[in-house]
């Protein structure tokens, strides 16, 4: 078929491009507002279709309120953790790095994740070996090999514990 032989509801005929495009206007139109639900990883979210196309529903309320569009580094926050409640009173705006501060802080409770490596049951090191690896390290005179034997984990993980890629909250 040809781009302009688009068939028109009335079989048979068919319609060229003005037509084509009004069809198409009126049957967005109608649908404008639509809420579906969209899983974002473990959560679900209310979508609406808006003149810009399918957005959460969650941000558009929250544009709304401030009177303004949000910034990519604006995350909207859910304070009871459920995303399909979008009453203004659950919703809190944040940055994208306070966002994540609040998830890594509720983790446990919310979950079921370990908010930090020492409540892990498989973890070797703790707070204090932490703290203790870092101050002999920085003491100089001995190698991260060496604190690697002496605290059962390899040279690796001491020199991220060392430069904080790892126990960034000790």
Do not use: C
Request: hydrophobic share 35%; proline share 3%; glycine share 8%.
């Amino acid at each position: 078929m040809r781009l302009a032989e688009y068939p028109s509801p009335a079989l048979g005929k068919t319609w060229g491009q003005p037509q084509r495009e009004k069809h198409r206007a009126t049957k967005r139109a109608k649908a404008l507002g639509n809420r579906t639900r969209a899983r974002r990883g473990k959560t679900f979210y209310w979508r609406i279709l808006t003149d810009d196309g399918y957005r959460y529903e969650h941000r558009v309320l929250m544009e709304r309120l401030l009177g303004r569009p949000l910034g990519k580094h604006e995350v909207v926050h859910h304070v009871n953790g459920d995303g399909l409640d979008n009453r203004v009173e659950n919703l809190r705006l944040v940055t994208r790095a306070e966002h994540n501060l609040i998830h890594w802080e509720e983790a446990p409770r919310d979950m079921g994740a370990v908010s930090r490596r020492s409540e892990h049951h498989m973890s070797k090191l703790t707070r204090e070996k932490v703290l203790a690896i870092r101050s002999e390290y920085a003491a100089g005179g001995v190698r991260q090999s060496d604190l690697g034997e002496k605290y059962g984990v390899s040279q690796v993980n001491i020199s991220a514990v060392v430069r904080r890629k790892v126990w960034k909250h000790v």
